[in-house]
């Protein structure tokens, strides 16, 4: 880590609802976790802490890394957007109601904006919108620099001239007008004067300008000695802020939170597979695990700073990074379990007696407690497996062992999983696996958006997310014609759809069917009210084939999977399955 490093602060919050913290006791994402990160970029923190001569950089490019894209003035208070970009946050567009957004409907992402950006236009929800720390930091100190130079020149009589270029004649094209760009005389040395000039509001973002030749003054030494001063330091300021806190390292690929911190993409990958909690503020993360560049764009503004400071050290990182995925991406070292279906956040009990498996689970449990559950195939798929490919990552949670060395296990679903490859260790097997996640909330919603049937404004949904599951049982669609065919079903709102199945599960229970029983009920828990668990429950109580139950697996949202169970209840309502 830079030696003059420090965390990043709490982000600034947009909205005024209290946001969702982790439980005091959650420690998915453990000293444990973050040393083996720390680890893993040894090579890069040496270079990270390493002195890093100033690079040359025009005052006008300076300038423009700290400028916003929308008002021109320099940033203050930025806000970065799910696109990436960033602007201030006073040009924030006015908010309107999202419409036709049932899940999960929170204040925050009730309210939205069409993004100012051409390349963008898409609507963010302003939940979704927060000061970007980093960024809001190292504008904040430059700022201060700046007045301080300022204030220095205006005593010692120092100003440069500043010439507006006609971005006619940039482009080597004959301007239509007789007047020549507007010129400013400014106290201070170059850079000085562009940050004034872009206070002032007299300079766009995209402007280019000219100085006149300080070298005619007796002071144009010192102003030029000033530039180079100033450059350095900002240089320095900036790369003090510029350190991972997974990876302490300069920045690779920076991705920012919808907390407003920012961390490597590779890094963010790593803290997601331990946890949906953001290493600094808590706060649970709602992003695309899969961090595809398309979904979760990178920091725009950091990554134009990093790219134009520091080029050479960010390609090393980069090359580090990749040598270090392709490392990883040889092994097979993780243990496979084929044995059942079993789903993300709910137990799965084991009876293990088998030699290889026994071996497996010592092993497991010598080390992180984790391992993989996959559904057996009764012919082998045409790449020879026998399991299928899709899994279940497990934790286990209590062990009781017998004498005669068998053992039951409990665990928990934590995610799911693809395999890539596999082979054999001691006769168990194990693999190459991919993580699979759902899509972002923000394709969740624009799914539902685009799929469901508005709603008559008295069902839209309320405000207030608890005040929905409160008032669930009074909006069931039991003075509703329920959805019989799949294109019903298809144009129900998420809401709706997790009323139905939870309408279907009380009807069971009043009608005392054989699969809901007491005991079942103490395994798995009474039926949930939050649609991201709903699916798991009803496909772990509903007596269905596995094959039919393992469609969940494959799937990338909690629509998808709520309008599976769906369908599943037409059909039992039919046939009895």
């Known amino acids: 880590m830079s030696p003059h490093a420090q965390p990043q602060a709490p982000a600034t919050r947009l909205s005024l609802a209290p946001r969702e913290t982790s439980p005091g006791k959650d420690a998915d994402f453990d000293a444990d976790s973050q040393a083996d990160s720390k680890a893993d970029s040894d090579i890069d923190s040496d270079r990270g802490t390493a002195p890093l001569a100033p690079t040359p950089i025009r005052p006008r490019d300076l300038v423009r890394l700290f400028q916003c894209q929308i008002c021109s003035l320099p940033l203050r208070e930025p806000i970065c957007l799910p696109c990436g970009k960033s602007m201030c946050r006073r040009c924030l567009p006015q908010m309107h109601l999202r419409t036709n957004i049932s899940y999960p409907a929170i204040p925050g992402r009730l309210q939205g904006f069409r993004c100012l950006f051409t390349d963008c236009g898409k609507e963010h929800a302003l939940e979704d919108c927060a000061v970007d720390v980093i960024l809001n930091k190292v504008a904040q100190q430059l700022r201060d620099e700046i ?43 170059k ?31 010192i102003e030029t000695a000033d530039d180079e001063h100033l450059s350095a330091k900002a240089q320095e300021m900036t ?3 510029m350190d991972c806190q997974v990876c302490y390292a300069l920045f690779c690929d920076p991705l920012t939170t919808v907390c407003g911190h920012t961390f490597c993409r590779s890094c963010l990958h790593r803290v997601l597979d331990h946890s949906r909690y953001c290493p600094i503020c808590r706060r649970q993360l709602v992003i695309n695990p899969l961090l595809d ?52 956040r709910m137990p799965t009990f084991l009876h293990v007696f088998e030699p290889r498996y026994r071996l497996l689970i010592r092993r497991v449990l010598e080390g992180d407690r984790t391992f993989g559950m996959v559904l057996p195939r009764f012919s082998p798929g045409g790449d020879g497996a026998e399991f299928h490919e899709l899994g279940t990552l497990l934790r286990i949670v209590n062990v009781q062992y017998y004498p005669d060395g068998r053992s039951l296990i409990e665990t928990v679903g934590l995610s ?37 049937t508005p709603q008559p404004t008295s069902e839209q949904p309320t405000v207030n997310a608890d005040e929905q599951t409160e008032g669930s049982s009074e909006q ?34 009043t009608q005392s069917v054989p699969w809901m029983t007491e005991r079942m009920l103490s395994i798995y828990g009474e039926c949930p009210d939050d649609a991201a668990i709903l699916p798991w429950w009803f496909a772990s109580m509903l007596p269905v084939k596995d094959l039919e139950k393992y469609r969940l697996l494959g799937t990338s949202s909690v629509r998808e999977r709520l309008k599976i169970c769906c369908s599943w209840i037409i059909e039992w309502e039919a046939s009895r399955w």
């Open 416 to 452: 799911r999983f693809r395999v890539l490859r596999h082979g054999y260790l001691d006769g168990y097997t194990v693999g190459k696996t991919e993580r699979v996640d759902d899509v972002s909330l923000q394709e969740e919603e624009a799914m539902e958006a685009a799929e469901a």
């Open 239 to 241: 790369r003090a802020e």
């Open 191 to 221: 850079i000085v004067a562009t940050y004034t000039m872009a206070e002032d509001g007299d300079l766009k973002y995209e402007a280019e300008v000219l100085y006149e030749d300080i070298s005619r003054t007796s002071s144009g030494g």
């Open 147 to 189: 007045d301080l130079k300022r204030s220095m020149a205006a005593s010692s009589g120092v100003s440069t001239r500043i010439f507006t270029q006609d971005p006619w004649a940039i482009a080597g094209i004959a301007s239509l007008r007789d007047e020549d760009g507007s010129s400013h005389l400014l106290d201070g040395g």
């Open 293 to 344: 560049r398309t979904a979760c764009p990178s920091n725009e503004s950091l990554s134009h700073i990093i790219e134009t400071f520091w080029i050479d050290d960010a390609e090393a990182r980069k090359e580090t990074v990749a040598a270090e995925s392709a490392s990883q991406l040889e092994d097979f070292n993780f243990p496979l379990f084929v044995c059942t279906l079993a789903f993300p």
């Open 476 to 509: 069931h669609p039991e003075t509703h014609p329920g959805p019989t065919t799949a294109a019903d079903i298809d144009a129900m709102s998420t809401l709706n759809l997790m009323h139905f199945t939870s309408s279907f599960v009380t009807r069971m229970r």
